[in-house]
């Protein structure tokens, strides 16, 4: 839905996420903490509005929509959220009350690292689109810390930095951490039947956690809000018995395996290791994402019978 707020209500909102999230009076604040005031109030709005949109669409009885992908190519969020949810006019109004330009306080945020070519705008369009026609929609990808590199230019030659837009952008994240789950690289696997019942129980295998971050997308109108679900690799517990038995790399393993798989969008290919890191962030996108999947279908159904009902075919 729209929101109706007035340049005075909206005011308000500003000056109380100043002083409360950042102990700061409105007159000393900065572009950069105007910013983050703004995205965490349209954060909540968004927050109330997804929920509000999940309870509607549970009670019209809506097949579920989730869209996998490596890469989302957001751009930056407060300008299109604010256009989408019809709070543009008042929040300028009411930087203007502050002696602030909103389009300077745009431009505090980076645009966000999860993409960079065709392939992340489509994948962002559809979370866009899907939103607005009404549709329940979660995207799922990977919580990159580095998008695919800052272009500058040194002496006249082009220099490839680190692209780090998490200090900006990591303020449109919700971080779920009890709905983490847990990944598994190689090892052995044991298949063990019991009558007709399967289960498979894995030896010796490399152990990371993929903790969900959720970001909110509005759809123009606000009627509706997708979520883009964002996995960040983190290594489980250090192994101190390899440790003291001199398996040191083994010991630290699992952590440089975590660091790597979301470290970085398009780690380079051209080597053996580039394609076998690629191929470990695809498998810990698809393993994560269909667990989380099939957690919550459990949840809300306690059986698996039904999905072609709730799922949309493909």
């Known amino acids: 839905m729209k929101y109706q707020l007035s340049s005075g209500e909206v005011k308000t909102l500003i000056a109380k996420k100043l002083s409360h999230t950042m102990s700061v009076d409105p007159a000393q604040a900065t572009n950069e903490q105007f910013y983050h005031a703004l995205a965490l109030i349209t ?35 407060l300008k299109n959220n604010l256009y989408n949810l019809g709070l543009t006019d008042a929040v300028e109004n009411a ?32 979370l ?10 979660t995207g799922y ?10 272009q500058k230019f040194i002496d006249g030659w082009q220099a490839e930095l680190p692209d780090n837009w998490l200090p900006g952008g990591e303020v449109w994240l919700v971080p779920h951490p009890e709905s983490s789950v847990n990944v598994q690289f190689g090892g052995q696997m044991e298949n063990i039947w019991d009558g007709p019942y399967h289960t498979v129980k894995m030896h010796n295998a490399t152990n990371i956690t993929a903790v969900p971050y959720d970001m909110m997308v509005s759809g123009y109108g606000g009627e509706g809000v997708s979520v883009l679900r964002l996995w960040r690799a983190k290594s ?25 798989l979301t470290k970085i969008l398009y ?48």
């Open 267 to 314: 780690p380079g290919d051209g080597r053996r290791e580039g394609k076998s890191l690629r191929l470990s962030q695809q498998y810990f996108l698809v393993s994560a994402t269909m667990q989380d999947i099939i957690f919550s279908h459990l949840r809300d159904y306690a059986t698996l019978d039904n999905i072609p009902k709730r799922w949309p075919s493909i």
């Open 43 to 77: 954060r909540d709005l968004l927050l109330q509005s997804r929920n509000d949109f999940a309870r509607k669409a549970e009670a019209q009885d809506c097949k579920k929509v989730y869209y996998l992908c490596m890469e989302f190519l957001m751009g930056r969020s």
């Open 141 to 150: 990808s990977l919580l990159y810390e580095y998008g695919m590199f800052c």
């Open 128 to 137: 866009d689109g899907l939103a607005t026609q009404g549709h329940p929609a």
């Open 95 to 126: 930087l203007r009350d502050y002696g602030v330009k909103l389009s300077h306080v745009y431009e505090c945020e980076p645009d966000a690292g999860l993409g960079n070519g065709g392939l992340g705008r489509l994948a962002a369009c559809f």
């Open 236 to 260: 489980q517990e250090f192994n101190m018995t390899l440790f003291n038995e001199g398996e040191h790399m083994r010991a630290i393993e699992q952590k440089a395996m975590a660091e790597a």
